[in-house]
């Protein structure tokens, strides 16, 4: 088996540098909105515990933490 079609891949996107969809000024202000957003779903499911509250308050609270948490890494110089 031969290792040349994946040479040559790696010699053509030599030339293409990577572009981040969300540039480095965004990320910072991304990842604050993101982990207070989480924060206020995080306390206003906390106030209303029940089984119906977890699409509402639970999911989105964990996305925004997830995504914040990245962003705010990635923000700061950490890349995941």
């Not at 969809?21 to 604050?32: A, I, N, Y």
């Not at 306390?43 to 705010?72: E, H, Q, R, T, W």
Request: charged letters at 5%; aromatic letters at 12%; hydrophobic letters at 50%.
């Amino acid at each position: 088996m031969s290792a040349t079609p994946l040479h040559d891949l790696w010699e053509a996107s030599a030339s293409q540098p990577f572009q981040p969809t969300l540039s480095k000024d965004v990320q910072l202000p991304l990842g604050f909105t993101l982990l207070s957003i989480a924060i206020i779903l995080t306390g206003l499911f906390g106030l209303n515990n029940s089984l119906k509250n977890i699409p509402i308050y639970g999911i989105p609270a964990s996305l925004a933490f997830g995504f914040g948490a990245v962003y705010m890494i990635c923000a700061v110089g950490v890349y995941v």
